[in-house]
């Protein structure tokens, strides 16, 4: 029995750990495309409103099929509560913020503020054990954010109009939604596919009519249907269902303070991509804070630890 056990722990780590790797990649590339559509013309209100199309379109079936009066069982409340942390207005902010700051920003103070929050909240209200290195990683992990911040304004005057923080506080607002959305998802233990229909076709249903009457047929007749398209597959196919499946099943399989390790991965990834895509180099400040908020979340995950204990026995 004990066998059994330790080998269903085993299984449910390795489904874990893929899932959130995946989730990782999709992520650092969502990031690169969606400061590239900013850059290329299209408006935040046109990302999204092709995100969730595409999202809400593909999980519509779906939902049908597991019950739309009951929203596949997961409850009016609670679906809502999902679709306001994790839907349409936290897309809004992440992706509004790219209008005002560049791409490293993002890559940096999303992810880390979502793993530092969603840790903290694992352990105050979830009970999840919150070590030493958590506490460290955390510090280390804001003076990496502050660096980036400090960029921000020493930096702004020139490249972005003195705006970059604008878009560093967007992107931090939207961090502290996904990681209570992060929490919830633990706490209600939903199944993952459920949660991302749930999200994704009633984001539609109020992104939808809402952009067309907001920006008219003539203005989506004038888009450049390509760029668009493009954007509708990597936000609505690859951030808004297949990462967001992923990281919602990570989380319900390793729990919150271990599932949030991977957006660890996200800044490195996301400003490598983003050179060839988006054509921005980091400067050395950024560059230090990314240093900086990388090592601060391998501490807090445990990976020094543990690559300190594998060499021992060595």
Not at 30 to 44: H, I, N, Q, T
């Amino acid at each position: 029995m004990a066998q059994a056990t330790e080998a269903e722990r085993a299984r449910r780590e390795r489904w874990g750990f893929l899932s959130g790797s995946i989730m990782a990649l999709g992520a650092s590339l969502s990031f690169a495309a969606a400061r590239a559509g900013v850059v290329g013309g299209l408006a935040v209100p046109d990302m999204i409103f092709a995100r969730f199309l595409v999202a809400g379109t593909i999980m519509l079936p779906l939902l049908l099929r597991w019950g739309l009066p009951t929203l596949a069982g997961i409850g009016w409340r609670r679906a809502c509560l999902l679709t306001l942390l994790g839907g349409a207005p936290f897309a809004l902010l992440q992706t509004g913020g790219y209008g005002f700051a560049p791409l490293a920003h993002g890559a940096v103070i999303a992810p880390s503020t979502v793993t530092i929050v969603s840790t903290i909240g694992a352990a105050l209200f979830l009970r999840e054990r919150l070590s030493r290195a958590h506490l460290a990683g955390a510090a280390i992990v804001l003076l990496g954010i502050g660096l980036i911040g400090w960029d921000g304004i020493a930096r702004s005057a020139a490249d972005t109009g003195g705006r970059a923080w604008v878009g560093d506080l967007l992107f931090f607002l939207s961090s502290l939604l996904w990681a209570c959305f992060t929490l919830l998802l633990r706490h209600w233990r939903l199944p993952a596919l459920r949660a991302t229909a749930v999200v994704s076709v009633l984001s539609m249903a109020v992104t939808t009519p809402t952009y067309l009457l907001w920006a008219g047929t003539a203005h989506v007749a004038a888009l450049p249907v390509a760029t668009l398209a493009l954007q509708g597959l990597i936000q609505g196919g690859l951030q808004g269902l297949v990462t967001m499946i992923a990281y919602t099943r990570a989380v319900i399989l390793l729990g919150v303070s271990r599932a949030v390790l991977f957006p660890a991965i996200v800044p490195a990834v996301s400003v490598l991509v983003g050179i060839p895509i988006v054509g921005e180099i980091p400067g050395l400040l950024q560059i230090a804070g990314l240093a900086l908020v990388t090592a601060g979340l391998l501490v807090t995950i445990g990976v020094l630890d543990r690559l300190r204990l594998a060499m021992r026995r060595r």
